[in-house]
């Protein structure tokens, strides 16, 4: 255990779904992110949440919205996904300005129909 | 654009050999360099930090060397055990990321140790 969970590990939902993903971290870190892993594709970041800056990437379609309401506390929320969205998505957190090594979550496996 | 390459792509070796892991960058402005171990479906585990002032850092089996000036670092795997199959990632913490403090990754070392 990381000290970093993310809920739920697993998700199936068709195109005009709405769900969000949540993720908590344990650590008293004051960064979180948003990652995307495809298949045969690198790690791709998506969102960051420090000290209560936020940091996207612009590839990142508008149908993922982050939400951090506090530091502990990380959700993204889906909305009207396409079949590609299909991927692992991780969480992580750091403590900026420290060493900054990042601790990920186990990811929830996502699967667009 | 930092890009960040590793090779193999996967590995096979017998039990107790020594192996090296490559990852090579394209942009030497970095804060650090990251060696991680992911199992599958699972999520990352940090194995190594190297800040971009170090040459190499050390832990358990594992050493993990830097050479900022030519863009390279290698993970040194001693005796490998079948508990160390895995994919191995390498992600770097460019300077252009700011205060974000971003990592861009590399596609990782499918490795298998077979006993």
């Known amino acids: 255990e990381t000290g970093v969970t993310q809920t739920p590990r697993h998700l199936v939902m068709g195109m005009t779904n709405k769900k969000s993903l949540k993720c908590e971290q344990h650590?008293?870190?004051?960064?979180m992110y948003w990652y995307k892993q495809s298949a045969k594709k690198p790690l791709e970041l998506m969102f960051v949440?420090?000290?209560?800056?936020?940091?996207e990437n612009n590839s990142v379609p508008s149908r993922f919205s982050p939400e951090c309401p506090n530091s502990s506390h990380l959700f993204l929320h889906l909305h009207t996904l396409q079949p590609e969205d299909s991927a692992l998505y991780l969480c992580?957190?750091?403590?900026?300005?420290?060493?900054?090594?990042?601790?990920f979550g186990p990811g929830t496996r996502l699967t667009v129909l | 654009k930092q890009e960040v390459t590793q090779i193999p792509a996967a590995l096979s070796v017998p039990e107790g050999e020594n192996l090296v892991l490559n990852c090579s960058f394209t942009?030497?402005?970095?804060?650090?360099l990251q060696w991680f171990r992911q199992d599958p479906g699972k999520g990352l585990t940090s194995l190594l930090l190297?800040?971009?002032?170090?040459r190499e850092q050390t832990s358990g089996r594992l050493n993990a060397s830097l050479d900022k000036s030519s863009g390279r670092s290698t993970l040194y795997i001693a005796a490998s055990q079948p508990g160390d199959s895995a994919t191995y990632l390498c992600?770097?913490?460019?300077?252009?990321?700011?205060?974000?403090?971003?990592?861009?990754f590399g596609s990782g070392t499918q490795l298998t140790v077979l006993p």
């Open positions: 992580a957190s750091s403590q900026k300005g420290a060493a900054d090594t990042q601790y």
């Open positions: 650590l008293g870190h004051n960064a």
């Open positions: 949440y420090s000290l209560e800056e936020r940091v």
């Open positions: 942009d030497s402005a970095i804060y650090n």
């Open positions: 190297i800040q971009s002032s170090q």
């Open positions: 992600a770097v913490n460019p300077i252009s990321s700011g205060s974000a403090r971003q990592l861009t």
